[in-house]
Antibody
Framework: QLQLQESGPGLVKPSETMSLTCTVSGGSISSSSYYWAWIRQPPGKGLECIGSLSYSGSTYYNPSLKSRVTISVDTSKNHFSLKLSSVTAADTAVYYC????????????WGKGTTVTVSS | SYELTQPLSVSVALGQTARITCGGNNIGNKNVHWYQQKPGQAPVLVIYRDTNRPSGIPERFSGSNSGNTATLTISRAQVGDEADYYCQVWDSSTAGVFGGGTKLTVL
């Protein structure tokens, strides 16, 4: 059974770059049938797609975040990563990594989420 | 950018049918997916591609999509169905798009 686990700092200072990693277990990140995605949820608010990529390198980013976001994959470690630069308090959220089906783009496997707080 | 509109809340009597709508311009031409999220938990896929249920999701959950509205229907609502529900579509210009979410209360 595929499982995803987010990891990274829970506290980031304003203007810095936050980095999160999602480790995939129980399956290979190199599958051509899936994209690997990041979604976030600010406290008390709804879900927001950050972006996704395939193991071959195809990427999609939310236009509102595109200038600050980098998503990358490391097939040797079976994990993928999120970098978000120039963070502000508005980036405080629970960050989920997820598996997204290719072509139809529904999310069928989610990590448990990790809380990132932006504060000095 | 493409936008999805959901009611903030829906209430349903125990054992009755709840319907949660998701509005979008010509959404009937898109594939709509639905997620259930309980407090403190990650979302769970309950309907994909308009009408399909993943394994393990009760038959009480069903979906439809036509025109400018997609609908998630929950039959014989149970207390355990209380949650936030989100619709989602794919739009290549915006990556994925979620609706704002609907809080379902079972009375």
């Amino acid at each position: 059974q595929l499982q995803l686990q987010e990891s990274g700092p829970g506290l980031v200072k304003p203007s810095e770059t936050m980095s999160l990693t999602c480790t995939v277990s129980g399956g290979s990140i190199s599958s051509s049938s899936y994209y690997w995605a990041w979604i976030r949820q600010p406290p008390g608010k709804g879900l927001e797609c950050i972006g996704s990529l395939s193991y071959s390198g195809s990427t999609y980013y939310n236009p509102s975040l595109k200038s600050r976001v980098t998503i990358s994959v490391d097939t040797s470690k079976n994990h993928f990563s999120l970098k978000l630069s120039s963070v502000t308090a508005a980036d405080t959220a629970v960050y989920y990594c997820a598996r997204q089906a290719d072509f139809y783009y529904y999310i069928d496997v989610w990590g448990k989420g990790t809380t990132v707080t932006v504060s000095s | 950018s493409y936008e999805l509109t959901q009611p903030l809340s829906v209430s349903v009597a125990l054992g009755q049918t709840a319907r949660i709508t998701c509005g979008g311009n010509n959404i009937g031409n898109k594939n709509v997916h639905w997620y259930q999220q309980k407090p403190g938990q990650a979302p769970v896929l309950v309907i994909y591609r308009d009408t399909n249920r993943p394994s393990g999701i009760p038959e009480r959950f069903s979906g439809s999509n036509s025109g400018n509205t997609a609908t998630l229907t929950i039959s014989r609502a149970q207390v355990g169905d209380e949650a936030d529900y989100y619709c989602q579509v794919w739009d290549s210009s915006t990556a994925g798009v979620f609706g704002g979410g609907t809080k379902l209360t079972v009375l």
